[in-house]
C-alpha cells in the first residue's frame, strides 16, 4: 500500500539533508536539492500536490527558472536568493510531512 506523498515526502527529506550536508559547496547541495525536487514533483505529475505547498513550488520555480542545468542556474543567483531557495525548501518539506502523516495517521474507511 502506498502512503499519499510518500514519494515526495522521501524525496524533499533527501533534499534536506543534502542542504545540511557540510561536506560540500551551496550550489552543489543546492543542486543536488533541486534534483530530488524534481523527482518528487515533476516526474510524476499526476502525484497530487500536499495543501499549503503552491506557494513553496511557485517560489522554488521563480528562483530557479532559466536556461542551463541546475547548478548553473544555481550559480547565477545571490546569496540572498540561495537563502530564500533554502527556506523554500524547508517549507516545502514542513508542508509535505504534514500531508504525509495526516495521511498515515488516517483512518482507513
Given at each position: ?96 510531512a504534514r500531508a504525509y502523516y495526516e495521511a498515515l ?5
Amino acid at each position: 500500500m502506498s502512503i499519499k506523498h510518500g514519494y515526495q515526502y522521501e524525496k524533499l527529506g533527501a533534499s534536506i539533508r543534502s542542504l545540511m550536508s557540510l561536506n560540500t559547496s551551496v550550489g552543489e547541495r543546492l543542486a543536488f536539492a533541486m534534483n530530488e525536487f524534481n523527482l518528487a514533483f515533476r516526474m510524476r505529475p499526476d502525484d497530487p500536490l500536499p495543501d499549503r505547498s503552491a506557494v513553496y513550488l511557485d517560489k522554488i520555480d521563480a528562483l530557479t527558472s532559466g536556461e542551463g542545468t541546475y547548478a548553473e542556474r544555481i550559480e547565477r543567483l545571490s546569496s540572498s536568493q540561495r537563502s530564500e531557495l533554502t527556506t523554500a525548501f524547508f517549507e516545502l518539506y514542513a508542508a509535505v510531512a504534514r500531508a504525509y502523516y495526516e495521511a498515515l495517521l488516517k483512518p482507513e474507511n
